[in-house]
């Protein structure tokens, strides 16, 4: 089974810091890259696609590293509400997602 | 609203018993899947349909049963559920093409 891999967390941050998630990916031929949030209980909703050049949407930036099958999701000026948890997912042929188990962040005040 | 919905979103049941949990989409989209999500081990794929009378295995197909007779529903139905089936259950929709994928609110299923 193809696999995709990262740290669980918790991630504990106070609001206004700026947290990296890391993410590794092992098949070479994986076609999509996103990162989706979940929150507690509730269906996961995709937070942004990841490409080679690297993409950015207001305060998150995502990035893709092919040669070393990582991909990165930056959130710069933490807010209460990016308490979630954040899944890196990827697509290989066909229209399956590989979810990672997911990276739990905590802003606290 | 765009949306996927599935019935019901709680369900307490025993072994044995038969069930079905429904999901059905208002946004014409041809690909359809079932998911499961249990604590440690993230979202699994039961089973996907690319298109009505178009279906096929995902990662964790035992136990389970799907039909796509009509483009919008997707059922998934346990035929005999164990206790191994109680779990978050997540429908989700695309369309073909596209890369995003709609998810329902979940069905929090526990099977005694």
């Known amino acids: 089974r193809k696999e995709v891999e990262q740290d669980p967390g918790p991630f504990n941050v106070p609001e206004g810091a700026t947290v990296a998630f890391n993410c590794t990916y092992s098949?070479?031929?994986?076609?999509?890259f996103f990162w989706y949030r979940q929150d507690c209980r509730k269906e996961p909703k995709l937070l942004m696609s990841?490409?080679?050049s690297g993409n950015e949407d207001g305060r998150f930036t995502a990035q893709l590293n092919r040669a070393s099958q990582y991909i990165s999701l930056l959130i710069r000026d933490s807010k209460l509400s990016d308490s979630a948890t954040y899944l890196c997912?990827?697509?290989?042929?066909?229209?399956?997602?590989?979810f990672g188990k997911g990276t739990s962040l905590l802003v606290t005040p | 609203e765009a949306q996927v919905t599935q019935n019901p979103r709680y369900l307490i049941t025993v072994t044995g018993k038969k069930l079905t949990v429904t999901c059905s989409q208002n946004?014409?989209?041809?690909?359809m899947s079932w998911y499961r999500q249990d604590p440690g081990l993230g979202l699994r794929q039961i089973y996907y349909?690319?298109?009505?009378?178009?279906?096929d295995k995902g990662d964790v197909p035992e136990g389970y049963k799907v039909s796509r007779k009509e483009k919008r529903n997707f059922p998934l139905i346990l035929e005999s559920p164990s206790p191994n089936q109680t779990s978050l259950y997540f429908c989700?929709?695309?369309?073909?093409?596209?890369?995003?994928?709609?998810f329902g609110p979940g069905t929090r299923l526990t099977v005694l």
């Open positions: 989700a929709s695309t369309p073909v093409g596209e890369d995003e994928q709609f």
């Open positions: 098949n070479s031929a994986s076609q999509s």
């Open positions: 990841v490409y080679s």
């Open positions: 997912v990827v697509r290989d042929s066909g229209y399956a997602l590989n």
């Open positions: 946004m014409n989209h041809e690909y």
């Open positions: 349909s690319m298109n009505v009378e178009v279906t």
